[in-house]
């Protein structure tokens, strides 16, 4: 594997969940990092709790501006590409298709072109979601398993797929595929996903109350664990094997979200909090699960938290007064 001390890596939205763990497990290997971002981390985000601000480069600009990418490829020597900016917000996708096309999609191939059309030609990895694969049944989906997708946001991720493969195919691009399970760990704000939203509840004494039946079932992977693979491939985006290649990324446990809740109330201690459930929804997904033996076989990775070990990471996270939890405490104070 190249060493990452002589490494730059440009990484579009930088700052979120999942990208800022991402930043620093970069930082602390000696990568050069350069992150593009909209606006400035906020005082109180995980990528400024994490200290970041200071160990990475952040540029002012916008995936919707490909010469702003091919102006940051150029000066700052950009060796591989991490594309991980996109609209995630299933409920958001649902209520506004075309934005959600226009970030993911649109942003996908800005960030290509402009790669296209540089002196450096850097790599790209570019992060997806295993939602692509659709309905998956009672069996874990692998990289070469049909996608049958329909919702707003998997389609986006899957056209953005299909970007990425018409580059490498048709320019040479090198690039290849990251599609991350559902990832829950500190620092996740998004209260409407069930790990924050149910430590949330059961902090504040209160019963979840669900969407859903509870029976959707789904993988979890925890965040260092994603951040590590991902990692993993822009290490070796360029080798044979891994350029043109897609990735799942999973712990290979799925559990329903019944399940996962009352998992998260034992670890708080907090098991008389029982749920309330909810209906259940004919345009959710019920089975999602996929295989990362492609990544262990080609890669070498593998998960390092099981399931518990990673709910108590990210409980004890919400549980010590973490900027984030204070903020949203804060707020509904306010409110």
Same mark, same amino acid.
Not at 16 to 25: A, E, P, T
Not at 215 to 226: H, W
Not at 263 to 283: A, Y
């Given at each position: ?23 620093? /497990? #970069? ?9 593009? *971002? ?32 091919? !102006? ?11 594309? +991980? ?29 402009? %790669?296209?059309? =540089?002196?450096?030609?850097?790599? *790209? ?9 659709? !309905? ?72 979840? @109350? +669900? ?19 991902? %990692? ?18 999973? =712990? !290979?446990?799925?559990? &329903?979200? #019944?399940? +996962?809740?009352?998992?998260? #109330? &034992?670890? /708080? ?12 929804? =004919?345009?959710?997904?019920? +089975? @999602? @699960?996929?295989? &990362? ?13 099981? #399931? !518990?070990?990673?709910?108590? @990471? ?22």
């Amino acid at each position: 594997m190249p060493e990452f001390s002589n490494q730059t890596i440009l990484i579009t939205g930088c700052t979120g969940f999942v990208s800022s763990w991402v930043v620093q /497990l #970069l930082c602390d290997r000696g990568t050069q990092v350069v992150g593009l *971002v909209r606006r400035p981390p906020a005082a109180g985000s995980l990528f400024a709790q994490l200290g970041l601000s200071e160990r990475a480069t952040l540029l002012n600009g916008d995936v919707a501006d490909a010469a702003v990418i091919k !102006e940051a490829i150029a000066r700052n020597s950009v060796d591989t590409v991490l594309h +991980m900016a996109a609209q995630t917000d299933v409920l958001a996708a649902r209520q506004q298709p075309r934005a959600t096309l226009e970030a993911n999609t649109r942003g996908t191939w800005n960030v290509l072109e402009a %790669v296209r059309l =540089s002196e450096r030609r850097p790599a *790209v990895v570019l992060m997806s979601t295993d939602a692509v694969y659709g !309905e998956t049944g009672d069996h874990l989906s692998t990289e070469e398993s049909p996608l049958r997708c329909t919702a707003p946001y998997e389609v986006s991720k899957a056209c953005a797929e299909m970007v990425g493969r018409m580059y490498f195919e048709a320019y040479g691009v090198a690039v290849c595929i990251g599609r991350l399970s559902n990832v829950y760990g500190p620092g996740d704000v998004n209260f409407n996903r069930i790990v924050p939203g149910t430590i949330r509840a059961a902090l504040a004494g209160e019963r979840l @109350k +669900m969407r859903s039946d509870g029976r959707a079932v789904r993988d979890y992977i925890y965040v260092e664990d994603a951040a590590g693979a991902i %990692v993993a491939l822009a290490d070796c985006a360029r080798q044979e094997g891994v350029n043109g290649q897609v990735f799942n990324i999973s =712990s !290979e446990r799925p559990v &329903s979200a #019944l399940q +996962m809740v009352e998992l998260i #109330l &034992s670890v /708080l201690e907090r098991p008389d909090l029982t749920p309330e459930i909810g209906r259940s929804s =004919s345009d959710e997904v019920s +089975m @999602k @699960k996929s295989s &990362s033996y492609k990544l262990r076989n080609v890669l070498g990775w593998h998960p390092g938290y099981s #399931l !518990e070990q990673g709910l108590r @990471k990210t409980a004890d996270w919400y549980r010590n007064g973490c900027d984030a939890a204070r903020a949203w405490r804060t707020r509904d104070e306010a409110v």
